[in-house]
């Protein structure tokens, strides 16, 4: 069974202008129609620049559990390829852009990332548009799923309410038992990832999954308050002043 940790805290930079936390993240497990249990795992960070840019990565998250779980219980789920993902990003981008017009507003305004995982029993799909990570684990093996997709220049991403999304979407649909997850805003790669071997950066992962393997899917809610604590730490905030949500998820037993 999946044991799952998550939280979305406001960084330094927003606690001394007054704002709020622009990230949001969702997990949790959902049957499919082939009677499978799937983890689906969704963070999204809401541009800096953007107006509403937290409000659009609490849309963006909500749009894309809603279309996903459609997807499961429906029989398209026996056949999944790229396309299946697009018609996701698609139906976040009309929900972002109703809400906006709604608003008298442009989708613009509700700038955001998106970073995704849909994990069965031995196949998995990721899925991302602008910078943070995805790190997964089989067995002895932890990799990166994909590089931060920071663009061109410094302080610069990509945004799933752009109107060529699509072209920087990238995807992987592979078999492979992954027992492990962590999926989190770029608030925190720098501390997650090894930039210079480009790979993860274990022991910032290894005690809090150390922690999660041993307890039991009915204990991690207060696990939860903890991650918060320590995503609002001084020895995290000396590293980042940024918005930081991470989220977590085992199926290994210690």
Known sequence: ???????SVVG??????????????????????????????IVSDGAGSAKLGGAGAELAC????????????????????????????????????ETAAANGLTSREYACTLL??????????????????????????????FWPDSGMYANMTFF????????????SITKAHIEEI???TDGIQRLALSFEQRIPHGPFFEPMLSVLRMRTPEECEILNDHLV??????????????????????????
Not at 1 to 7: E, T
Not at 12 to 37: K, N, P, R, Y
Not at 78 to 85: F, G, K, R, V
């Open 12 to 41: 330094t930079s927003h606690i001394d202008s007054g704002q709020l936390c622009q990230d949001s993240c969702f997990a949790d497990v959902f049957q499919g129609i082939d009677s499978q249990e799937y983890l689906i795992c």
């Open 1 to 7: 069974m999946w044991k799952i940790i998550r939280a």
């Open 116 to 145: 995704g995982a849909v994990v069965g029993p031995d196949d998995c799909i990721f899925f991302q548009i602008g910078d943070g990570a995805i790190v997964a684990a089989s067995g002895c093996t932890q990799g990166v799923v």
């Open 182 to 184: 962590a999926v989190f």
């Open 229 to 254: 604590k320590f995503l609002s730490s001084p020895q995290v905030n000396r590293y980042t002043d940024d918005d930081k949500t991470l989220v977590l998820a085992t199926r290994r037993v210690q």
């Open 160 to 171: 799933v309410t752009e109107e060529d999304a699509l072209s920087h979407l990238q995807v």
């Open 62 to 97: 909500t749009s894309a559990i809603k279309s996903i779980e459609a997807s499961l219980s429906s029989h398209r789920w026996t056949s999944i390829d790229e396309t299946l993902i697009e018609e996701w990003i698609k139906d976040i981008q009309h929900s972002i852009l």
